[in-house]
């Protein structure tokens, strides 16, 4: 915990190594960042983090702190870099690809723990992840997984980023969903809508805008990223602007609810027809998968913890699946709540103990 609070990107932290490798070979390969304790017995547990659809990729600050904890831990982590998530390209197939190189380069390597590693994927990247634990190829590879801040049914993820609603408990609640979600999933499939074929600039302008959002790490929903939104808006023809505004209106707004309610299922669907990987597919077998531990923010606005909630229902009869959801975290960062029960850090600590019970260590 306490190298979770103070690890930064690229800053060394005392008694671990992080490095730049390669993984894989010839036109294959793909670079990777290590972590690892400096000195220690070996083998060590091996660890596999696949970061989610961001522009820093393995340097985004929540997967530097989660990858040097668990070295801190004494665990030997791997985090590929997705290049095409790095651009904000929802593919599934390259993080299938990184995913299936790290882990051959860490059941090669004699200073990581025979019997498998523990994959994590974290937002996008967790149903990759279980696809590829469960896949025969690898199965013995695989040990354990670990989720966070997930997703089930895409078209409940969509929705919510557009509208802000979500079913829990028998009644739709709202929370403000974060801007940057819709940014990067229309980005990818708003001209794939039958009848939007011609919206390709609108497409192009919020991946953009999603872009300089994760370069300057700016809010997406505060003021300051309005100069960006008329910036990229002026790239749109003028018919199209009213389609922009659907999905980046100014801050103090939110999307028109009936239109944004009309274009979520679309969206959705689009993107099923284009990536079919995105959702894990009902066939996935019953037998399969290790142990899988799950962790959601109550609070999260990219994603809503019903979603979590919806995969471990799914698993449950695949897996020996635990699911915490936690009022100490939104998606990837605190949530700002000053007060914390003591209880509710009680869970969560025994989750996080769940979590790293994986390794076997």
Sequence with gaps: MTTWARAKPGKPF????????????????????????????????????????????????????????LAAAGADVLVPEVRE????????????????????????????????????GTSFGCPQVL???????????????????????????????????????GRTEYLRPDPYGRWVVASN??????????????????????????????????PGSDPFK?????????GNRGLFRLFAPVAAREPDPVLAGEMAPLLAEA?????????????????ALPPVRLIHGRHDHLIPFTETLALERFLRKRADVVT??????????????RVVRPGEAARFLGAIRGALALDGG
């Design 14 to 69: 005392r008694g671990m190594l992080s490095e730049n490798v390669r993984i894989g070979s010839g036109e294959e390969a793909i670079r990777a960042r290590r972590h690892r304790p400096a000195g220690g017995r070996t083998p060590r547990p091996g660890w596999v983090i696949l970061h989610g659809a961001t522009i820093p990729g393995p340097d985004h600050l929540a997967i530097a702190r989660l990858a040097a904890a």
């Design 230 to 238: 008329e910036r990229v808006m002026a790239t749109v023809s003028p």
């Design 324 to 337: 915490n959801v936690t009022d100490l975290f939104a998606h990837s960062r605190g949530s700002g709540r």
């Design 131 to 169: 696809v590829a634990a469960a896949d025969p190829a690898l199965r013995d590879r695989v040990r354990g997984v670990l989720g966070f801040g997930t997703y089930h049914n895409l078209a409940e993820t969509v929705r919510f980023g557009l509208t802000g609603q979500f079913r829990w408990q």
């Design 85 to 120: 998530w790095r651009r904000l390209r929802l593919d599934p197939a390259p993080a299938l690809k990184a995913l299936r190189l790290a882990i051959e380069h860490m059941a090669d390597d004699p200073g990581v723990r025979s019997g498998g590693v523990v994959l994590v």
């Design 189 to 222: 499939y708003l001209h794939r809508i039958p009848g939007y074929e011609e919206a390709e600039d609108v497409s192009r302008a919020l991946g953009e805008l999603a872009t300089l959002a994760g370069q300057h790490g700016i809010m997406s929903w505060e």
């Design 271 to 287: 993107g099923r027809a284009t990536h079919p990987g995105l959702e894990l597919p009902d066939s996935l077998p019953t037998d």
